[in-house]
């Protein structure tokens, strides 16, 4: 099992996070050459080494044009939106962002008392920070570990200056951001801030258990600097290395619906998964008095649980919801690309011990098809990979 471990010790940051997993990638010119599908102008990427008390790290800088920064940041949600999904990064990467997004929307919101979309975000609004986070999502799907750990997240103390005066640090949308994601944080004795929005937004989309290190063989270690000089290395260090296959204990919640829409059920669904739901599915059952209903199923992990019971109580007219632990065992699994005759294809590499199995993605199945003008099963029963490794898909 690969596993990416953030050591958040001194804190996290949107720059912070692309300048540990360049590290990792081991490819400056991959990002860079990704950044521009977003088809956004206005700034310029620097990347350089920054030493912070005697170590050495990657610095990201987002440079702004000076006839740019005003304009960026009155950017609201449905705007970022509309940027991602109009851009050519890949779907998994917009998805990802996305969520990203909307961790910091909703906080924002919640501090401004307003409406999610009635909200001009500063930070989150400035193209820095789209920089930041569809970059975030961009190197996480590259690196495409099994999962995603981290420590617990120290923050400091005292006060900084925005753009709506002095706020004492953490400041309130991280602090709203780690309330609902139940990110596990805590002050140490420095004199600023060390967790924006931003790297707040980020990690409690990643992260599935916030603890130390766990038991692995390290393959690589990303040190991303940040931009101020502490009396701590301002240094967000990530791990990533092989772990054992182990089982993993979640979470299973049911819930039997006899009286909601399909619309309902199917937005309800769409909203579960875009929270953390690991799966969600509807089996068709008999209720009392013979109606036809429907048995909600949805597995996550614990720290998600009550996240996604407040979902399911708003969205449906569920007024009850049972729930049980067990444990999963998961096979080791890596995106690739293959040649075929309709294009490039993504594939699924999933190890199980000497045996490899691949399954085509979905998504890419799709986009080929329309792009050929072809039946899916086509593109489904195709020959695809090189002279050197050709792979049959099962039929």
């Known amino acids: 099992m690969k596993i990416l471990y953030f050591d ?4 996290i940051s949107g720059n912070m996070i692309l300048g540990s997993l360049l590290e990792i990638v081991g490819d400056e010119n991959y990002l860079l050459d990704e950044l521009k599908k977003l088809k956004l102008d206005g700034y310029k990427i620097e990347i350089s080494k920054k030493v912070k008390n005697g170590i050495t790290g990657t610095f990201v800088d987002v440079i702004l044009e000076h006839d740019n920064k005003e304009h960026h940041n009155h950017r609201n949600l449905e705007d970022i939106n509309k940027i991602i999904d109009e851009s050519l990064i890949d779907y998994k990467d917009k998805e990802l962002a996305k969520r990203i997004f909307l961790r910091v929307a909703k906080a924002e919101a919640k501090v401004h008392n307003k409406p999610i979309n009635d909200v001009h975000f500063h930070e989150v609004g400035a193209i820095d920070s789209i920089i930041d986070i569809c970059g975030t999502a961009i190197l996480i799907n590259k690196i495409n570990p099994d999962r995603i750990i981290s420590s617990i997240v120290n923050d400091g103390y005292g006060f900084i200056e925005c753009k709506h005066g002095i706020i004492s640090v953490p400041v309130p949308a991280t602090s709203e951001i780690f309330k609902d994601a139940k990110v596990k944080f805590r002050q140490i004795n420095i004199d600023t801030e060390l967790v924006t929005p931003t790297g707040a937004a980020c990690i409690a989309e990643l992260a599935t258990e916030f603890t130390t290190l766990p038991a692995m063989i390290i393959d690589k270690i990303g040190w991303g600097a940040g931009s101020k000089d502490l009396k701590i290395p301002n240094i967000l260090k990530v791990y990533y290395g092989e772990a054992e296959n182990q089982n993993q204990e979640f979470v299973v919640m049911e819930t039997n619906i006899d009286d909601c829409t399909g619309e309902i059920l199917g937005y309800t669904s769409e909203k579960l998964f875009q929270n953390g739901a690991l799966d969600v599915f509807y089996t068709p059952i008999f209720m009392k008095k013979n109606r036809p209903a429907y048995c909600l199923t949805v597995a996550c992990r614990y720290a998600d649980m009550i996240k996604l019971q407040n979902i399911i109580f708003k969205e449906t007219t569920t007024i009850g919801i049972r729930y049980r632990f067990e444990s999963r065992t998961e096979l080791g699994r890596e995106f690739i690309e293959a040649n075929t005759e309709y294009g490039k294809l993504k594939l699924k590499k999933v190890v199980n011990g000497k ?21 899916l099963k086509n593109i489904l029963m195709s020959r695809y990979g090189d002279k050197e490794n050709k792979i049959t898909v099962e039929k």
């Open 8 to 11: 958040c010790s001194s804190g």
């Open 355 to 375: 045996e490899i199995y691949y399954y085509p993605e979905y998504e890419s199945m799709k986009e080929l098809a329309i792009k050929n003008d072809i039946p």
